[in-house]
């Protein structure tokens, strides 16, 4: 089980954020599957962003998701998505890491306490892109509706990798445990 210490040296966070960013943006820029109706794409970064958040914490996932996501969209040429994926990708990793703490304290089962937290953020992450596609690209209701069971799959395939993955890395590093 994971255990809830509630500070960590700030420059760990930092260095963490940085090395989960340059992740995040790999795991994103290498695995994209082009959604035409709407020009998104399905990406494996998300998975990252949930490790970096459930290891790491709020700050760590917020920095490496919003930063490595946005830095993805502008070198594969979606930059029209950046600005919205600084923010949506950044609060969904604080999302993660901040609820993936509370529920610790509360949840006895970590990988319980991870699936709530990566689906609350998950959502938000589905959410903010079908309100962005609409409010900020001016996508009809329809077309951003499309994109939003892609971003579902793209939730549920980060969340059944990141938990194991999580679990397995704290067995192999129990120091990086809170």
Same mark, same amino acid.
């Given at each position: ?10 420059? +760990?966070?930092?260095?963490? /954020? ?13 695995? #994209?599957?082009?959604?035409? /109706? ?17 290891? &790491?914490?709020?700050?760590?996932? /917020? ?30 990793? &604080? ?27 998950? +959502?938000?992450? #589905? /959410? ?6 609409? =409010? ?39 120091? =990086?445990?809170?």
């Amino acid at each position: 089980m994971i255990s809830t210490q509630k500070t960590r040296n700030p420059a +760990l966070t930092l260095a963490a /954020a940085a090395v989960f960013a340059a992740l995040v943006f790999v795991a994103t820029y290498l695995f #994209v599957i082009s959604i035409p /109706a709407t020009s998104g794409y399905f990406n494996l970064g998300e998975t990252i962003i949930y490790i970096a958040a459930l290891i &790491f914490g709020p700050v760590a996932g /917020a920095l490496s998701g919003g930063i490595g996501a946005m830095t993805a969209d502008v070198l594969l040429g979606y930059a029209q998505f950046a600005p919205g994926t600084l923010a949506i990708k950044g609060i969904e990793g &604080f999302i993660v890491g901040f609820l993936y703490q509370k529920l610790q304290k509360r949840i006895k089962n970590s990988s319980l306490s991870a699936t709530i937290a990566i689906a609350v953020g998950g +959502l938000e992450m #589905v /959410a903010g892109y079908f309100l962005y596609e609409q =409010l900020v690209l001016g996508y009809p209701f329809t077309l951003a509706l499309a994109e939003v069971p892609f971003n579902m799959v793209q939730m549920l395939v980060g969340l059944v990798i990141a938990v194991p993955v999580v679990h397995a890395v704290l067995r192999i590093f129990p120091q =990086l445990k809170r």
